[in-house]
Nanobody
Framework: QVQLVESGGGLVQPGGSLRLSCAAS????????MGWYRQAPGKQREVVAR???????NYVDSVKGRFTISRDNAKNTVLLQMNSLKPEDTAVYYC?????????WGQGTQVTVSS
């Protein structure tokens, strides 16, 4: 049974940092493209960052230079380091595992950026 469990969300002031973690189990982790998505109230879910099995990264333009995605295949973990956070980054952040026609989602973790 595949499980993706996110952690690390919370309340942070503008300009602050958070690190999200996603622990995966029940899957051959290193074969999957892993990603972070987010969904703000009243908006569609959007991709934030993805990292392939080979380590290639891509980011949505709004987070380039502020967020960094990384993975540790030995620990079956994907991280999202978020710096210089802005109020518009407020959303529920979801971990995603993608292997072509097969995909899995975590339950989400809330990130709130507010003074």
């Amino acid at each position: 049974q595949v499980q993706l469990v996110e952690s690390g969300g919370g309340l942070v002031q503008p300009g602050g940092s958070l690190r999200l973690s996603c622990a995966a189990s029940g899957m051959f982790f290193s074969s999957y493209t892993m990603g972070w998505y987010r969904q703000a109230p009243g908006k569609q879910r959007e991709v934030v960052a993805r990292i392939t099995s080979g380590g290639s990264r891509n980011y949505v333009d709004s987070v380039k230079g502020r967020f960094t995605i990384s993975r540790d295949n030995a620990k079956n973990t994907v991280l999202l380091q978020m710096n210089s956070l802005k109020p518009e980054d407020t959303a529920v952040y979801y971990c995603n595992a993608d292997w072509g026609v097969i995909g899995y989602w975590g339950q989400g973790t809330q990130v709130t950026v507010s003074s």
